[in-house]
């Protein structure tokens, strides 16, 4: 779908009214379902329409899951995504596709043409926010087809967290180039972490049909019962992730979110905007 054309509008536009988080809260339920015959019966049409190359993953029977969110969060073998290691490195923490990779214009982060949203509104924290002025950021989008586990771009150390309720559009192009500050409007997770590139922040945005997104320190941080936002510091007890470490997963797939200081690194040239990438490819380096 052409995410300027008419439908992408109409799209975008009934997606208003919808109860997103009870729809949700219904797929959380059946993507964690154990009747045998339903699971195995998503699972292998799921399989059959993104076209899913089984023979990446850990678990090759798609009947050897017991849920389909089991199947949906797989892990994959360790040597089909070799990471591109490296203290001056920044890897991709997902496999998806680049939606957007700038420089933060007088702090505002550019969603798509004609869309942007600030920096503080996206992090819901200005003190962080400063910390991110007329920086760089790349937006990565997660297809249904794409493995949806996240890693580290780089080694850190976490220093806060932050769950921010909100809605849950769509986050697909159509979406994205229609709804005005989606990602600082729907539900995320905020992570900063202190690396050696300097402070990064990583968030995690929620979309419809989004189940839950979990962290590997703290388990689940968006149940559908929490409609206040919240934040954990981790200064006495830190939580320290390698680079290429899996730091979180998405329950159904969604949007990272990669901010970097400014001057303190610079993206690959050679990616360009709806390129595709794969966990653990190269896409920064320190500056």
């Not at 890693?151 to 994205?176: C, E, W, Y």
């Not at 954990?232 to 979110?257: A, D």
Request: aromatic content about 10%.
């Amino acid at each position: 779908m052409n995410p300027e054309s008419l439908g992408a509008r109409l799209f975008a536009l009934i997606q208003y009214p919808l109860p997103h988080h009870f729809l949700s809260r219904l797929m959380l339920r059946l993507t964690r379902l154990r009747i045998v015959w339903f699971k195995n019966f998503a699972i292998k049409k799921f399989i059959a329409h993104f076209k899913i190359d089984m023979s990446l993953a850990v678990e090759e029977n798609p009947e050897n899951f017991q849920t389909f969110n089991q199947f949906f969060t797989r892990a994959l073998k360790p040597d089909v995504r070799p990471i591109a290691h490296g203290e001056n490195n920044i890897v991709s923490p997902v496999d998806g596709a680049i939606s957007q990779m700038k420089t933060i214009d007088n702090n505002t982060i550019i969603q798509a043409k004609r869309q942007s949203y600030t920096v503080e509104a996206l992090l819901g924290d200005s003190e962080m926010a400063s910390l991110f002025n007329n920086g760089d950021f790349t937006t990565l989008y997660l297809s249904p087809r794409d493995y949806h586990r996240i890693h580290m771009p780089v080694d850190g150390t976490l220093k806060k967290v932050i769950h921010i309720p909100g809605r849950l559009f769509s986050v697909n192009p159509a979406t994205v180039h229609n709804v005005p500050a989606l990602f600082a409007r729907n539900e995320r997770v905020v992570c900063l972490f202190d690396t050696p590139v300097g402070p990064m922040a990583m968030v995690e945005v929620g979309a419809i049909f989004v189940a839950s997104i979990e962290t590997v320190w703290q388990g689940e941080v968006t149940p559908p019962t929490h409609h206040e936002m919240r934040s954990w510091v981790y200064t006495e007890h830190p939580v320290n992730l390698k680079q290429g470490e899996e730091m979180g997963r998405f329950n159904m797939g969604s949007t990272v979110i990669l901010l970097f200081a400014e001057n303190a690194m610079q993206w690959v040239e050679k990616h360009q905007e709806t390129d595709p990438v794969q966990m653990g490819q190269l896409i920064g380096t320190k500056a």
